[in-house]
């Protein structure tokens, strides 16, 4: 684990708010220079602690199949199958759980015709897949990535 300190884990949650707020905002909202700034921004980044990103909103750019999968695996191939899987285009969150289902995938799709093909021809054909579940998100109400950093 990676100690924080209070102006890093402020950085972090102004970023959290505006990924593209400029250094000086920064400063001038914690209380510290703009030096202080991009010394602990410039380590939060190459630290892996924090990635920059343009996220999209996938309806607008003609995805229209979002989905999330659950899998359940056989004994002992979990790990292989979703190290497997994370590999695979167009998913972005590949996680084990705990519950009812090994792994929960999330993708979004251009459609359903591409939705069923990934799940026919790349997808069942991992070998220590023993079930998959499919659910199309209808629509999305939240998706945010201001989860909150402790102070």
């Known amino acids: 684990m ?34 202080t700034i991009r010394r602990k921004f410039y380590r939060l980044i190459n630290e892996g602690i924090i990635h920059i990103a343009g996220i999209s909103d996938p309806y607008k750019i003609g995805f229209k199949s979002p989905v999330i999968i659950a899998l359940n695996c056989n004994p002992g191939k979990t790990k292989g199958v979703a190290e497997q899987i994370a590999k695979l285009q167009p998913l972005y969150y590949v996680g084990l759980t705990t519950g009812d289902f090994d792994i929960i995938v999330k993708g979004i799709f251009p459609s359903n015709e591409e939705l069923s093909r990934f799940i026919l021809e790349e997808l069942s054909i991992i070998e220590g897949i023993q079930e998959i579940n499919t659910s199309l998100l209808l629509r999305v109400f939240k998706q945010s990535f201001e989860w909150g950093v402790s102070v």
Not at 15 to 26: A, I, N, P, W
């Open 2 to 35: 990676v100690k924080l300190d209070r102006t890093e884990k402020r950085v972090m949650e102004l970023l959290q708010k505006d990924g593209r707020m400029s250094f000086v905002d920064m400063a001038e909202e914690v209380g510290v220079t703009e030096g």
